[in-house]
């Protein structure tokens, strides 16, 4: 495979977001400023959204991204190497694309990156 990995960012759903963004920002993360008081934070190339709990995504609940440089020839790579890329579509922001892979122990990994 040859396109290149960027940051990662990690999505934590809290019942408790202000607390959460307190840890995140001991830890060293920088917090930019959000519409609607969720987490938004940044630390070199990770980065970490805090969102409210809620039906479909309890407490606790964890999913992380891995940004690409090129979206759909890392899906071609992927599909190549033998590597099932699921139907569940990560929601894109404007000519970004998403996606998920799920390693064999069911834990989903995000791919996002700019649709080449």
């Known amino acids: 495979m040859t396109t290149k990995l960027g940051g990662v960012t990690l999505t934590v759903w809290s019942n408790d977001v202000a607390g959460s963004i ?37 407490h606790g609940t964890v999913h992380f991204t891995i940004a690409v440089d090129r979206a759909s020839t890392f899906r071609r790579e992927l599909t190549a190497a033998g590597i099932p890329v ?25 791919f996002e990156g700019f649709n080449n």
Not at 31 to 58: I, K, M, Y
Not at 86 to 110: I, T
């Open 22 to 58: 307190d840890f995140y920002v001991k830890l060293g993360f920088h917090r930019r400023a959000t519409a609607d008081g969720s987490g938004d934070l940044a630390r070199d190339a990770v980065h970490v959204h805090v969102l409210p709990a809620n039906e479909g995504r309890p």
């Open 86 to 110: 699921a139907d569940e579509q990560l929601s894109g922001h404007g000519s970004l694309l998403g996606y998920v892979v799920r390693d064999p122990n069911g834990v989903p990994l995000g």
